[in-house]
């Protein structure tokens, strides 16, 4: 019967959530013990945030570079390519930074997360940790969700800068835009609570959803080389889309 | 109280399918007890038991007097910190270099120091004879100096139980012979209650007190390990003289050979 299928699929569904709720709730309360011990949220800020950092401020580098040129074309036209430097800059930190960071985030230091957590789980390391009673969930886990959560407001704003150094150097020294332009309408154009205040929730939003996904999606693999290949593809997928829908709330709440 | 840990009547399995039943085991303190038996004959399970891991749908398990499927999650905690456990591949951590391997449970439950830590955790790998490996990775180290790193960190805190899950499987036999000596020796030395679930019979009787044999979860035999080489068992004979037919068939259980060739009527 196909209204039994739907009402199956209902039900399994919010059961999925619902778990998936409480996991979420039980890594943030686990959270809270990370005071007493620091080392563990450094050490993992220094993995998955300083190993991102490269592909990260790369990204931006060319984002900038599009932007300026994309930019100037548009602008041109109207006779504003003085304001260059105000449209990359806003661009960059109320959208493209914040998005953009959180997905490449996702494709590089979620599917690490998840694959090291699933591979922990198939060699039996989270199991032995349970058994020195040991919590996997406080030693393993919440130290891993903070660090993404600290790592992806830092990256986002290492992409911004690095995306308006590209546009510098692609609007005023290639293009020849005004220097003095560039700079002064991008100074006074941005506001730092609406503008750069805006873009940091979002990328602390985004840190709390691409980490718990990833951490979720590899606690929860099934313990085998496919089972570990799913949850990391999984991890891609839901945390990309999880991020642009995110955005889209955000956005809609932020400049109603 | 002479056992440590005591099974009695225990059920259990997943869905329809029975893994344990009717299971009534004692593990007196100070014993090093052996689990024997084939492939899936329930084996492991009745550690994940002990451990709390997994909880049985009938019947009782003591450890130290308390009943483990009556305990909350910090109940289980407290009790596991006086349990040592080895994995089948022994679980080490690999973000982690096998001095910090051994060091963890004490980092993690002592409010130790770091020197103190350090001469303890030499020591415990000095026991284990790897002392001079405590720099290396476990990617570094052979499956059996994995299973004596394991074996050091199982036994980090001295603990009452220690519960070795196939230690020898995989092993060369220098490898198997030097693990059987340490099991032996490390039970002895602190005095613990160890549970050995193997199904390697040399090792195995060379070193356990008591045995118990498992077939499709029920206990088929037990006794001493020379009571056991003599029994008339049919199970035990067959385990023990490793003869391919029996009690254990050769051929998984369905339509015969001429059936399937179409030389007789399908049953």
Same mark, same amino acid.
């Given at each position: 019967m196909i209204v039994e299928k739907i009402g199956g699929f209902v039900r399994s569904t919010m059961a999925d959530v619902g778990y998936a709720a409480r996991s979420f709730f039980s890594i943030l309360a686990n959270c809270l013990g990370l005071w007493r011990r620091p080392r563990l949220v450094t050490d993992q800020i220094h993995f998955i945030g300083n190993y991102s950092m490269v592909i990260i401020a790369v990204s931006g580098l060319f984002v900038g570079f599009v932007l300026a040129y994309q930019g100037y074309y548009t602008l041109n036209r109207y006779g504003s390519e003085e304001a260059l430097g105000l449209l990359v800059a806003l661009s960059l930190v109320r959208e493209l930074g914040p998005v953009v960071t959180a997905l490449l985030f996702a494709g590089r230091a979620g599917t690490s997360l998840t694959a090291e957590i699933g591979l922990m789980k198939a060699g039996e390391q989270l199991a032995a940790m349970e058994m020195m009673a040991v919590n996997p969930i406080q030693r393993v886990l919440a130290p891993r969700f903070l660090a993404g959560i600290i790592a992806l407001p830092i990256l986002t704003s290492i992409f911004n800068a690095m995306g308006i150094i590209g546009g510098y150097v692609v609007g +005023?020294?290639?293009?020849? +835009?005004d220097n003095g332009s560039f700079w002064s309408q991008m100074q006074s154009g941005v506001?730092?609570?609406q503008d750069i205040g805006n873009g940091v929730v979002k990328s602390i939003v985004f840190g709390f959803a691409v980490s718990f996904v990833a951490l979720f999606q590899g606690y929860e693999a099934q313990p085998t080389p496919e089972g570990v290949a799913r949850a990391t593809t999984r991890t891609v997928v839901i945390s990309s889309l999880l991020v642009l829908w995110l955005d889209f709330l955000l956005t809609a709440w932020m400049f109603q | 109280m002479p056992n440590l840990v005591e099974i009695r009547d225990i059920q259990f399995g997943y869905g329809d399918r029975t893994?344990? /039943?009717e299971l009534r085991m004692d593990f007196p303190r100070g014993k090093l007890i052996a689990v024997m038996g084939g492939s899936g004959s329930g084996k492991t399970t009745i550690l994940r038991l002990i451990g709390g891991q997994i909880r049985a749908q009938l019947g009782s398990i003591k450890v130290n007097g308390q009943e483990v499927s009556a305990l909350d999650t910090q109940g289980l905690y407290a009790i596991r910190r006086k349990m040592g456990m080895l994995f089948q591949h022994g679980a080490?951590?690999?973000?982690?270099?096998v001095f910090d391997n051994v060091a963890f449970p004490m980092r993690e439950h002592t409010n130790l120091s770091e020197a103190m830590i350090r001469d303890l955790v030499l020591l415990k790998l000095q026991a284990v004879g790897l002392r001079n490996a405590a720099?290396?990775? #476990? @990617?570094?180290? /052979?499956g059996g100096m994995a299973r004596r790193v394991a074996l050091a960190r199982a036994v980090a805190l001295d603990p009452e139980l220690i519960m070795y899950d196939e #230690? =020898? @499987?995989?092993?060369?036999p220098i490898s198997m012979g030097v693990a059987a000596n340490l099991i032996r020796n490390l039970n002895d030395a602190l005095g613990s209650t160890s549970i050995l679930v193997s199904h390697d019979v040399h090792e195995t009787f060379a070193i356990a007190d008591y045995v118990y044999f498992l077939s499709k979860g029920k206990i088929v035999a037990q006794g001493t390990p020379e009571e056991m080489r003599v029994s008339e068992d049919p199970y035990v004979k067959q385990f023990v003289h490793a003869e391919?037919?029996? #009690?254990? #068939? =050769?051929h998984y259980p369905g339509a015969s050979l001429q059936a399937d060739l179409g030389l007789e009527k399908r049953t």
């Open positions: +005023v020294k290639l293009i020849g +835009v506001e730092v609570f | 893994i344990l /039943s080490l951590f690999t973000d982690l270099n720099g290396l990775m #476990p @990617a570094e180290i /052979s #230690p =020898f @499987a995989g092993l060369d391919a037919d029996g #009690p254990v #068939p =050769f």
